[in-house]
C-alpha cells in the first residue's frame, strides 16, 4: 500500500535515490537518466516541475486543457516547453513552436520520458494490480506528460496513420458505448497508466487532489459567504491567483504550493467556520491539525487589518461571528444533549444485532415519547397546575378505588385532574404574579386572575399548535433526506453501495445480514430478467384480477369492522342504561381491540394470495390497508362518542366519559399488545422451535408494530381534550411498551428478511402520523370546539353554547377593557373570523406549492440534460483512449521492428541505466 | 485507565473535538478503548453507560477495573513510551483492533483499518487514527465524508476507481467469502454489468469518486447505516 496517504514534507532535494525509489513505489528503470544521477539540484529541477505538470494538470476538467498550458512556471523544464497543449494554439495540425527540436523527435526523448520499450511495460500491471506497488504521483506526472506528447506527436501524424484510426474509431462506435468495458484488459500498460491517471480518477486516492478539491470548496464558500472580505485580502495575499480557481489555473503547481494556498484561505475564514471546513476534510487527524497550526499564526494579523476596513466589511464580519457563535451553540447544545440520549446502550444493541429496519421502529418510539412529553408539560404547567393548586369542592363522597379503576379509569379517578369535568369554569382568585401565567396577562389589568376555561381552551390549541409544527417540520425534514429528484434509478447500484449496516456487532447478525443481502440481490436479478421479457397478457390479467379481488376483500373487512363497531356500540348504550355495571364499560375496548389484532392477521393472509412484484410495494400496501382498517374504526367511534352519546348522556357529563372511554380504549390496546407479544412472539417462537423444528424464529413485524403505536397516538391525541393526563398514561405505555418489546426482541424474534428502507420507512410514519392521525384529530377536536354544545354540569365551559365561546366572551371582555388592547378583538375579528383571511392563506399556499413543482420540474429537466451531456463526454472519452491506445500499439510495432532490423531505439546510455536501477 | 481524562491534556481534547466529528465524552471512550481493547467487552459497557447515562471514562476514572486496564496497557508498551505523548503515539495493532467488538462482525474491517491506517507499512492504527475512523463513522460527520471514505474502503486495489474486480469483491464480502455464499458467476456478471450500468456515467467501465456519491446521494439510509456506535 505503500505511502500513498503519508505525506512527505520532505523537500525533494533531501530525498537520495533509493529513497524516493521507495517512498514514490516507483517502478526502476522508469525515469532514468543518465544525467540526473547521482541526484544534482537539476534533476530535483525536474523532478518538480514533472510533479508539477501533474498537479496543474491534475485539477479536474483538465482536459479541456486551458489555453496557454504550456506557458508554465518559470522553472519549467525541456520536456515542458516540448509540449504544449495538445488544443493549444497552432498545436493541432503542425509543429508547436517549441522550435525545429520537437518537429524531429530523437528517439531516445519519447523512451527517456515514458517507458515504451518492452521491458518496463509488463511491470505496469503488476503495479496496478499488486498492493506492494501503485502508480505514484511520480508516475502520474510522467504518464500526463507523455499523455500530451503522444496526442501532440498523434496530430501532426494523423495523416499517415489516419486510415487505421478510422477503423478503430468505427470499431467503437459499432459496438457500442461498452467499448472501453469489454476491451479494458486488452490495452497495454501505457493505456492503463493513462486511465490510472485521469483526473476523475485521482480525486479518489491523491492528496493533491483532495487539498486541490477542498481549495475550491473554501475559495466558494468565501466568496458567497463573506464578499466585502474578499477585497482587502486577495490584494495582501494573492496577486495573481485572484481570478482563478485552482482547477482552472493553468499554472503548475505543487503539493506544497496547494496546500499553501489552501491555508491560506483557510486563514481567511473565520476561526469555528476553518474548523468546520477542516472537520470535514478527508485527510488524517495530523495533516488536519498540520493545516490548522499553519492556518492558525497570522490570524491575529487579519484581524488587525480588519480593524481598518470599510464599515460594510465590518458589519458583514459581526453577521458572520454572529452566525457562527449561534452555530457553534447550537453544536454545543447538541452534543450535550447527545451525552444525555437515553438508551444509547439499548438503541446500540438493537442496532447491532437487528439492524437499521427495526431500530427505526424503537426510534419512533423515541419520538413519540417526546412529542407526549412537550405536550404534558405544556398541560401540566397551564392546566393541572393550576387547577390541582385550587381545588373546587367536591360534588359528593369520593368513591373508594377498587383497583378496577386502574383499567376503566372510572370510580374514583372522575373526579380528580385527570378528566374534563374537574376543572372549574370560574376564574381562579390569583393574581397574574407567577412566571408561568404571564403570557395570559393582559397589559392592562394588573392582577387579571386566571381564567380558567380560556386557559383550558388556550392551552389544548397551543400544545396541538406545537405539536402541528414540530410534526410538520420533522416530516419536511425527512422528506427531503429521504426523497432525492430521480431517486428512483440505480437499485443494484444502491443495494449493493448502501445496504451494509456498520452498526451490526454480532457475527450472527452479521451472517444474517450477508444472506438477506445475498437474497435480495438474487431477487433483484431474476425481477431485472423478468422485466426484460414482458409478460403474456393473460397473466397480467390474473394478476390484476387477484389483486382486485384483495383489495375489495380487506376494504370489506374494513368496512365490516366499522359496521361491526357501530352495531355494538348502539348495543352497549342500550343494555349500559339498563345494567350500569362498571365492569361492563370494558366490553367496547375489548370488542374493538380485537378486532383491531385479528383484522390484520386477516389482511395479512389475503396478501398472500396475491403476487406483488416488490417487497417495498407489498409493505405499503400492507400499511395501508392496516390504516384503512384502523381509519374506519376510529372513524365510527368518533361519530359514537361525539354523534351519540352526547345525546344519550343528556344529564351527565359526557366528556368525562369520553374521557374515561379513551382512556379504557388506550389501556386495553396496551393490554392486548402484551398479550399479542406473548402470543404471538413468545409462544409463536417456541412452537416453531419445539414442534416444527425450524431454526428461523418469528420475524419482527415493524409496519404492524408501527401502525400500533400510531393508533395508541392518535387515541391520545383524541382524549387530551377530555382528559388532560392522558398524556402521561401514554408516555407511561411508551416507556413499558420500550422494555418489553425490547425483550420480546432480543428473545424471541429475528430481523425481517426483506431488506427494509429505513429512511424511507421513517418518512412513511411520520407522515401516516401527520396526515390522517393528527390531522384526523384535529378535525375532531375542531369539531367539538366549534360545533359540540358542552354538557351542562360539569367542566369549565358549562354555560356556554360550545366551548369555542369562552375566547368570544374574552374577547368582549377585552373589548370592554379600554383602547390599549384593542387590536386584539380586531384581529379576532378580521382574522379569525373573518373567512376571506383563511381563503388568501390558503390560495398563496397553493401557489407556493404549485410554484415549487415547477421548480422540481425544470430541475429534473436540467438533470437529464446534464446526464446526456456527461455520457457524451464519456464517449468523447472513450474515443480518445481507443486513439492513444492505437498509437501505442503501432509505436510498440515499429520499436519492435526497429529493434528487429538491429537499429536501435534506444541509446546505449539508458540501457545501462535501466540495469543499474 | 487511571484517569485517561487527565491524561489527555485539556488542549489536546479540545483540539481533537475541533478537527474530528466526536464529542468529549467519545473521545475519553474512545482513549478507553483503545487502551485496552480487550477488556471492554459488552458487559462492560453495559455496566458503564445504560443506566445513569454518566460518560464511561468518568465512570471508569473511580472503578478498579479500568485502572487495572491502563495498567495493562502500560505493561504492553515498553519502558519509555509510558508517558502520555507515548501512549498517545503508540501504534496499536490491526489485531487488536479488529478484535474490538464493534467491528468484529464486520466484513470490511481489514479494509476500514488500512484506510485509516497512517503508518507507513499500513498494518498499525495510532489512537489518532482510530479518532478519525470513529470521526467518520459518527452521527454528526458530513455525508460527504462518509461516502469518500466507503468509496476508499470499497476501493479494494487502493487505484482511485471502482473497477469491475472491486466490485465483485465488494458484493462477495456483502453476501459472504465462502464458495457455497457467494453469486454464481454469471449473476455476479450481471450484477456487476447492471452496477456500472446505472452508476457509470461516462462510460469508462469503472466508478469514480464523483459517481459513487451520486449514486450515495440517492440513498438516504446510507448516512444512518454507516454509522459504528461506540
Known sequence: ?917 | MGGSGSRLSKDLLAEYQDLTFLTKQEILLSMYVVSAPHLVDEQQARSGNEHTGTPIAERANRSPLSARAHKRFCELLPQEQQSVEASLRAQVSFEQILSLPELKANPFKERICRVFSTSPTRDSLSFEDFLDLLSVFSDTATPDIKSHYAFRIFDFDDDGTLNREDLSQLVNCLTGESEDTRLSASEMKQLVDNILEESDIDRDGTINLSEFQHVISRSPDFASSFKIVL
Request: hydrophobic share 40%; with cysteine.
Open chain 1, 1 to 917: 500500500m505503500g505511502s500513498r496517504w503519508v505525506w512527505n514534507y520532505r523537500p525533494f532535494l533531501e530525498l537520495g535515490e533509493t529513497e524516493s525509489h521507495k517512498n514514490w513505489g516507483l517502478p526502476p528503470g522508469t525515469r532514468m537518466n543518465p544525467d540526473t544521477r547521482p541526484p544534482s539540484p537539476g534533476s530535483d529541477l525536474r523532478m518538480r516541475c514533472e510533479e508539477g505538470s501533474q498537479v496543474g494538470r491534475g485539477g479536474r476538467h483538465s482536459r479541456r486543457g486551458a489555453p496557454g498550458g504550456g506557458k508554465g512556471a518559470p522553472q519549467a523544464g525541456p520536456r515542458d516547453s516540448q509540449g504544449p497543449s495538445p488544443r493549444g494554439p497552432g498545436g493541432a495540425a503542425q509543429p508547436g513552436p517549441a522550435g525545429p527540436a520537437s518537429a524531429h523527435w530523437p528517439p531516445g526523448v519519447l523512451c527517456r520520458s515514458f517507458p515504451l520499450t518492452p521491458r518496463p511495460l509488463p511491470r505496469f500491471p503488476a503495479a496496478l494490480a499488486g498492493h506492494s506497488q501503485e502508480p505514484s504521483p511520480y508516475d502520474e506526472s510522467e504518464v500526463h506528460d507523455s499523455f500530451q506528447q503522444l496526442i501532440q506527436e498523434q496530430s501532426w501524424r494523423a495523416a499517415q496513420e489516419g486510415l487505421e484510426l478510422q477503423q478503430r474509431a468505427r470499431q467503437a462506435a459499432g459496438s457500442g458505448q461498452h467499448t472501453l468495458l469489454g476491451s479494458e484488459g486488452t490495452h497495454s500498460a501505457a493505456t492503463l497508466r493513462i486511465l490510472a491517471s485521469m483526473p476523475s480518477r485521482t480525486i479518489g486516492r491523491s492528496r493533491g487532489a483532495i487539498i486541490s478539491q477542498y481549495y475550491n470548496r473554501t475559495v466558494q464558500l468565501r466568496r458567497r459567504s463573506s464578499r466585502p472580505l474578499l477585497g482587502n485580502l486577495v490584494r495582501s495575499a494573492r496577486p495573481s491567483l485572484r481570478m482563478y480557481d485552482l482547477e482552472l489555473d493553468p499554472r503548475a503547481q505543487e503539493e506544497e504550493e496547494k496546500q499553501s494556498l489552501l491555508v491560506r484561505e483557510l486563514q481567511s475564514l473565520a476561526v469555528a467556520q476553518r474548523d468546520h471546513m477542516l472537520r470535514g476534510m478527508p485527510l488524517s487527524l495530523a495533516e488536519k491539525r498540520s493545516l490548522r497550526e499553519k492556518s492558525r499564526t497570522p490570524r491575529g494579523k487579519w484581524r488587525g487589518q480588519r480593524g481598518h476596513g470599510s464599515i460594510f466589511s465590518c458589519c458583514g464580519w459581526l453577521r458572520y461571528a454572529c452566525v457562527l457563535t449561534l452555530h457553534s451553540l447550537g453544536l454545543a447544545l447538541l452534543s450535550s444533549l447527545q451525552a444525555l440520549t437515553p438508551w444509547r446502550y439499548a438503541l446500540k444493541r438493537i442496532g447491532g444485532q437487528f439492524g437499521s429496519s427495526v431500530l427505526s421502529y424503537f426510534l419512533f418510539l423515541k419520538t413519540l415519547l417526546a412529542f407526549n412529553a412537550l405536550l404534558l408539560l405544556l398541560l401540566l404547567a397551564f392546566m393541572v397546575g393550576p387547577q390541582a393548586a385550587f381545588p373546587p369542592a367536591l360534588p359528593g363522597p369520593v368513591p373508594v378505588c377498587t383497583g378496577l379503576e386502574l383499567l376503566t379509569g372510572a370510580g374514583c379517578f372522575t373526579h380528580t385532574v385527570m378528566y374534563y369535568g374537574h376543572y372549574s369554569n370560574a376564574t381562579l382568585n390569583q393574581p397574574c404574579a407567577g412566571p408561568l401565567e404571564g403570557g395570559r396577562c393582559s397589559p392592562g389589568a394588573g392582577s387579571l386572575p386566571y381564567n380558567m376555561p380560556l386557559a383550558y381552551l388556550f392551552t389544548v390549541g397551543v400544545g396541538f399548535f406545537i405539536t402541528c409544527i414540530t410534526l410538520v417540520y420533522s416530516m419536511a425534514h425527512s422528506f427531503g433526506e429521504s426523497y432525492r429528484v430521480g431517486s428512483t434509478s440505480g437499485i443494484h447500484a444502491i443495494t449493493v453501495f448502501c445496504s451494509w449496516d456498520y452498526k451490526v456487532t454480532q457475527k450472527r447478525a452479521s451472517r444474517l445480514q450477508q444472506d438477506n443481502i445475498r437474497t435480495r440481490l438474487k431477487e433483484l436479478l431474476a425481477e431485472w430478467q423478468l422485466r426484460q421479457s414482458p409478460r403474456s397478457v393473460c397473466r397480467r390479467l390474473r394478476q390484476a384480477a387477484a389483486l382486485g379481488l384483495t383489495w375489495l376483500l380487506c376494504l370489506g373487512t374494513a368496512l365490516g369492522c366499522a359496521v361491526a363497531v357501530h352495531v355494538f356500540s348502539e348495543f352497549m348504550i342500550q343494555s349500559l342504561e339498563a345494567a350500569g355495571k362498571e365492569a361492563a364499560l370494558l366490553v367496547l375496548p375489548l370488542v374493538v381491540g380485537l378486532l383491531n389484532l385479528g383484522a390484520p392477521y386477516l389482511c395479512r393472509i389475503l396478501a398472500a394470495l396475491e403476487p406483488h412484484d416488490s417487497p417495498v410495494l407489498e409493505v405499503y400496501v400492507a400499511i395501508c390497508r392496516n390504516l384503512i382498517l384502523k381509519l374506519a374504526i376510529l372513524g365510527t367511534l368518533c361519530y359514537h362518542w361525539l354523534g351519540r352519546r352526547v345525546g344519550v348522556l343528556r344529564g351527565q357529563c359526557w366528556e368525562d366519559f369520553v374521557g374515561q372511554e379513551l382512556y379504557r380504549f388506550l389501556v386495553m390496546d396496551f393490554i392486548l399488545m402484551l398479550l399479542d407479544t406473548l402470543f404471538g412472539e413468545l409462544v409463536w417462537r417456541i412452537i416453531s422451535e419445539k414442534k416444527l423444528k425450524r431454526r428461523r424464529k418469528p420475524e419482527f413485524d415493524i409496519a404492524r408494530n408501527v401502525l400500533e403505536l400510531i393508533y395508541g397516538q392518535t387515541l391520545t391525541w383524541l382524549g387530551v381534550l377530555f382528559s388532560p393526563l392522558l398524556p402521561a398514561v401514554q408516555i407511561i405505555k411508551l416507556l413499558l411498551v420500550f422494555y418489553i418489546k425490547k425483550a420480546s426482541l432480543l428473545a424471541n424474534c429475528q430481523a425481517p428478511r426483506r431488506p427494509w428502507l429505513a429512511s424511507h420507512m421513517s418518512t412513511v410514519f411520520l407522515t401516516l402520523l401527520c396526515f390522517p392521525a393528527f390531522l384526523g384529530t384535529a378535525v375532531f377536536l375542531c369539531y367539538a370546539v366549534w360545533h359540540v354544545k358542552p354538557s351542562g354540569i360539569c367542566g369549565p365551559f358549562r354555560t356556554l353554547d360550545t366551548m369555542y365561546e369562552a375566547g368570544r366572551v374574552w374577547v368582549r371582555h377585552l373589548e370592554a377593557g379600554g383602547p390599549r388592547v384593542s387590536w386584539l378583538p380586531w384581529v379576532h375579528q378580521y382574522l379569525v373570523e373573518n373567512t376571506f383571511f383563511v381563503f388568501l392563506v390558503s390560495a398563496l399556499l397553493l401557489a407556493v406549492i404549485y410554484l415549487n413543482i415547477q421548480v422540481v420540474r425544470g430541475q429534473r429537466k436540467v438533470i437529464c440534460l446534464l446526464k446526456e451531456q456527461i455520457s457524451n463526454e464519456g464517449e468523447d472519452k472513450i474515443f480518445l483512449i481507443n486513439k492513444l491506445h492505437s498509437i501505442y500499439e503501432r509505436k510498440e510495432r515499429e520499436e519492435r521492428s526497429r529493434v528487429r532490423t538491429g537499429q536501435a531505439a534506444i541509446p546505449p546510455t539508458l540501457l545501462t541505466d535501466e540495469r543499474d536501477a
